[in-house]
């Protein structure tokens, strides 16, 4: 019996050092900026029924940054899941969200594996889907969350920073669906 509960504990160590041997784990912030809140609207677009907004703070204890989401109007017939994530480049007023480059991933973990959300240090940054669950929503029904994301920050120069970054939201097979801009809505002196 304990040798069969050591087996799976074993190989588990054994992954984590395998991850961790090719890039840097993120950090947890525990300096994000109190008083700014960001807002990111997905675009009003004709070839998508998918609409959102993503809003994101820091904590009270200026731990990470936390996040609620409202995303609706994805197809009746598809649940998902539908991925999510912070990109790298601000998509232009076309909309257009294959413009929006990669992933936040500043310390160059890159795509596969898949993110392990039982050891979300060593996922993207940006890959929020990942880290908190992807979108999975009954038909013609909104899908909304709220969590804090430890590896976040609201603080420009930061690596980790979001202000200027994107959201893009996927189809189950990684197409684009939509997206939009982190923009400051909100600064508190
Ligand atoms: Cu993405």
Same mark, same amino acid.
């Given at each position: 019996?304990?040798?069969?509960?050591?087996? &799976?504990?074993?190989?588990?160590?054994?992954?984590?050092?395998?991850?961790?041997?090719?890039?840097? %784990?993120? &950090?947890?912030?525990?300096?994000?900026?109190?008083? +700014?809140?960001?807002?990111?609207?997905?675009?009003?677009?004709?070839?998508?029924?998918?609409? #959102?907004? =993503?809003?994101?703070?820091?904590?009270?204890?200026?731990? #990470? =940054?936390?996040?609620?989401?409202?995303?609706?109007?994805?197809?009746?017939?598809?649940?998902?899941?539908?991925?999510? !994530?912070?990109?790298?480049?601000?998509? /232009?007023?076309?909309?257009? $969200?294959?413009?929006?480059?990669? !992933?936040?991933? *500043?310390?160059?973990? #890159?795509?596969?594996?898949? $993110?392990? /959300?039982?050891? *979300?240090?060593? $996922?993207?940054?940006?890959?929020?889907?990942?880290? !908190?669950?992807?979108?999975?929503?009954?038909?013609?029904?909104?899908?909304?969350? %709220?969590?804090?994301?430890?590896?976040?920050?609201?603080?420009?120069?930061?690596?980790?920073?979001?202000?200027?970054?994107?959201?893009? =939201? !996927?189809? &189950?097979?990684?197409?684009?669906?939509? $997206?939009?801009?982190? +923009?400051?809505? %909100?600064?508190? %002196?």
């Amino acid at each position: 019996m304990r040798l069969a509960l050591a087996s &799976p504990m074993a190989l588990s160590l054994a992954s984590t050092v395998l991850a961790a041997s090719n890039f840097t %784990e993120a &950090p947890i912030i525990t300096n994000s900026q109190q008083g +700014v809140l960001y807002e990111a609207t997905l675009f009003s677009k004709q070839n998508t029924s998918i609409r #959102g907004v =993503v809003t994101a703070w820091a904590p009270s204890n200026a731990i #990470g =940054v936390k996040f609620h989401v409202d995303f609706w109007g994805f197809p009746p017939d598809v649940r998902g899941p539908y991925p999510y !994530h912070i990109h790298l480049d601000r998509v /232009p007023q076309d909309g257009n $969200c294959y413009s929006a480059g990669g !992933h936040l991933d *500043p310390y160059d973990r #890159g795509e596969q594996p898949a $993110c392990d /959300p039982n050891q *979300p240090q060593t $996922c993207q940054l940006g890959d929020l889907s990942g880290k !908190h669950s992807p979108v999975y929503v009954a038909p013609n029904a909104q899908f909304e969350a %709220e969590y804090t994301d430890l590896f976040l920050s609201t603080t420009k120069g930061s690596d980790a920073y979001i202000g200027n970054r994107s959201i893009v =939201v !996927h189809a &189950p097979d990684g197409t684009r669906l939509n $997206c939009g801009n982190f +923009v400051l809505l %909100e600064e508190v %002196e």
